[in-house]
């Protein structure tokens, strides 16, 4: 009898037809919206998004790094080199822009990644998945499928060259006793800080863009250079609280962990992230990566997995403390579903997929609940029935939301927008596709100021409770990028959207730039899937994979 009224509800409510996944741990209702498929009115609606903040920072900001679009002024947070022009590169790329193409090709080919303009402390990290993949990244399309999209083929070259310059300045970072880099490098002096630690993220988000150089240029240097740092990671000691689940911070001096706290959160993310795409980037080269995913993933649907309380239909992954779950969660963290469901998709495996998708059901909540339509920067949630942890002007928000808010800012983020993407192109199911639609109509109604967009305060108040006046770089390499190809046709760096022989296609860096397999003539994740499947259709899910 349940089973008639959850159907009937969900036929209601949504106007979908009920799909049961019996490969969920429990059993999985989605309200389906017609099929899904591409939309091309909504894909120019966001490149006119794309253009009216292009065209805003190319008045005032560029070749600066950020435009400050309350007051149009401009920003310098990544050095100076016009970190908004390089992270826009694949972006304008994918969506067909060749008069913005060529503005970017040619700024590249001017900057001196030798000065720091802003002389301050260079984040390893942020420049090499802004700047150092975004170059390659360009460098790969326009040598690829993109070709006709460059005025100058000598300026595409130069996108290999400049690679080279930036990598050549940012290995001095790794000059330490382990090898480990460390983040806060000075690029005027070739100095580093004093710090005794390397963040999680830092060590193993490096592997991926150092190693696509060290295959494009027959260097094989740089993909030592981060495969060294890896081998920490890969091998921990001391031993981790949880199979797989690392601590947060790495000694410089001998690669030991300093402490026994972590998840999938801001500062440890995207080691995760990597060690699945590096799996795809090559399985034969990198099949202990995919291990070391397995262990952190079957570990965390085991120990972190965890449901509200006054929600206990949403899963969140919690973080930890030894093996104590902490339960707090990031917009940072929401890319986690995305990353399940890619890794069901490339290794043939449901649990991961479903898994996922309850993941990114649960972030989305975070969307809807707000008074913007738009998720907070963190959140927090209790599992016991005193709600213990709650604050109290939140208890009602709690008992209806499941979760309350910690921080109530949106710097722009993409994470759920992110994993809504993977969901869509996992399944085809349309409804993913509202889903981003409304959050995007959210993020443009409500961010949107001045020559551009900014920033929010406090995403519980209608109109966001006031701007931070900063559009990042990210804005144009992440958020816009993964709503256009929500929408977008099939093409070569779609998520399952090849066909043929050649499997699927489509992968991202951490920064959303779309890499190429090996330096070859597939991208990331395209041979793995294909490979994996054998070009057949699986059980529960709504995509095929040739």
């Not at 009224?5 to 949504?14: E, K, Q, Y």
């Not at 339960?327 to 479903?354: K, M, Q, R």
Request: with cysteine.
């Amino acid at each position: 009898m349940r089973l008639s009224l959850v159907l009937v509800a969900c036929f209601v409510h949504c106007g979908f037809s009920a799909v049961i996944d019996a490969a969920s741990s429990r059993t999985r209702f989605a309200c389906r919206r017609a099929e899904g498929g591409p939309d091309q009115e909504k894909a120019d609606a966001v490149k006119q998004v794309f253009l009216h903040a292009w065209n805003g920072y190319y008045e005032y900001a560029f070749p600066n790094d950020e435009l400050k679009p309350a007051d149009n002024t401009f920003g310098n947070s990544r050095n100076g080199w016009g970190a908004s022009a390089v992270d826009a590169l694949s972006t304008a790329l994918i969506m067909e822009l060749p008069e913005v193409v060529d503005q970017i090709l040619e700024h590249i080919a001017t900057i001196d990644f030798s000065h720091d303009k802003t002389d301050k402390v260079t984040s390893v990290f942020e420049t090499t998945i802004r700047y150092l993949a975004g170059m390659l990244s360009g460098y790969d399309l326009l040598k690829g499928p993109l070709a006709h999209l460059a005025a100058n083929p000598s300026n595409v070259d130069v996108l290999l060259t400049q690679s080279v310059n930036l990598a050549n300045i940012l290995s001095h970072a790794f000059s330490t006793p382990s090898g480990i880099p460390n983040n806060g490098f000075f690029v005027n002096n070739l100095t580093q800080t004093d710090a005794n630690t390397t963040g999680l993220a830092v060590a193993g988000t490096l592997i991926l863009e150092w190693t696509h150089l060290a295959d494009l240029t027959g260097n094989t240097t740089y993909h030592d250079l981060v495969s060294k740092a890896e081998s920490y990671l890969l091998n921990p000691t001391p031993a981790p609280p949880f199979p797989g689940l690392l601590g947060s911070d790495i000694a410089l001096s001998n690669g030991s962990f300093t402490n026994a706290q972590g998840g999938w959160s801001g500062g440890t993310d995207s080691y995760y992230e990597y060690l699945l795409k590096m799996y795809i980037y090559s399985p034969t080269r990198f099949a202990a990566y995919r291990t070391a995913w397995e262990q952190a993933a079957d570990s965390s649907i085991r120990h972190l997995a965890s449901h509200p309380s006054s929600r206990p239909s949403l899963t969140f992954l919690a973080e930890f403390n030894g093996t104590t779950p902490v339960l707090n969660s990031e917009h940072l963290t929401c890319f986690d579903g995305g990353n399940f469901i890619l890794a069901g998709l490339v290794l043939a495996n449901d649990t991961y997929t479903s898994f996922g998708l309850d993941l990114v059901d649960a972030c989305h909540a975070t969307y809807t609940a707000t008074a913007t339509g738009i998720g907070p920067e963190s959140f927090g949630w209790a599992v016991d029935a005193n709600a213990t942890g709650v604050p109290v002007n939140q208890t009602d928000f709690y008992n209806e939301h499941g979760f309350f808010v910690k921080n109530d800012d949106y710097i722009l983020r993409p994470e759920v927008l992110e994993s809504i993407y993977y969901a869509y192109r996992a399944t085809r199911d349309g409804g993913y596709q509202a889903w981003v639609w409304d959050a995007f109509v959210a993020i443009n109604g409500t961010t949107r100021v001045g020559s551009g967009f900014s920033g929010i305060e406090d995403v519980r108040v209608e109109g966001g409770g006031g701007f931070t006046n900063m559009q990042e770089s990210f804005w144009f390499a992440e958020v816009l990028k993964y709503v256009y190809l929500t929408f977008a046709g099939e093409a070569e760096w779609q998520v399952g959207g090849g066909g043929g022989p050649e499997g699927q296609r489509g992968g991202f860096n951490t920064e959303a730039h779309p890499f190429r397999v090996g330096g070859g003539s597939r991208w990331v994740a395209e041979s793995v899937v294909h490979k994996a499947t054998g070009g057949k259709v699986r059980a529960g899910l709504s995509i095929v994979v040739e």
